[in-house]
């Protein structure tokens, strides 16, 4: 999984806690990220719907609905795809000793491992939601965390 997926997941989190629009040069100061590399996150979520531009001088980026109904997996979708992690080549059927096609009829052991494993992998994204993340950091570190990020964001904090 690339490091996409964790930007994009701060970000949406980071999202939560501004009433306004975030322009992604400031979501990038703020994560002390480039702005060209960040961008590339915006626009997978932005195509994925998850959130939405708002053009004009108060512009920016904001989530395109409650971030209750955001899944993680919906993010690690925009960013990766909606594809397997792992994809079965067959590799039983090459080689000196290859079985033959017939022979693989049924997923193999390791086939039916990755896929159950990606099933409980999927499960267990799709059970957080972004305002469930937002809560774990208030929890966790307090609220003043993202109430300190609504006041740098909105321009309180240098950038």
């Given amino acids: 999984m690339s490091a996409g997926v964790e930007w994009a997941l701060h970000c949406c ?12 040069a400031r979501l990038a100061a703020l994560h002390e990220l480039s702005g060209s590399y960040l961008a590339k ?3 997978a979520l932005s195509r994925a719907g998850l959130i939405h531009a708002v ?6 980026y904001a989530l395109t609905r409650d971030p209750a109904s955001i899944t ?3 993010v690690v979708e925009a ?5 397997p992690a792992f994809v079965c080549t ?17 997923p193999c052991a390791i086939a039916r491992t990755m896929a159950a494993a990606e099933a409980a992998w999927r499960q267990a ?10 809560a774990q950091v208030d929890a966790e570190h307090g609220p003043r965390v993202l109430a300190g990020i609504r006041g740098w964001l909105s321009g309180e904090g240098t950038p």
């Fill in 13 to 24: 989190v980071v999202l939560t806690a501004s009433s306004e629009p975030v322009p992604a």
């Fill in 79 to 83: 960013v990766e795809g909606p594809g």
């Fill in 41 to 43: 996150q915006l626009q």
């Fill in 125 to 134: 994204l799709v059970a957080v939601t972004v305002a469930d993340l937002a």
């Fill in 55 to 60: 053009q004009g001088k108060s512009g920016g």
């Fill in 72 to 74: 993680v997996l919906d």
């Fill in 90 to 106: 067959e590799i039983r059927q090459r080689g000196p000793v290859a079985a033959p096609p017939a022979a693989c009829t049924t």
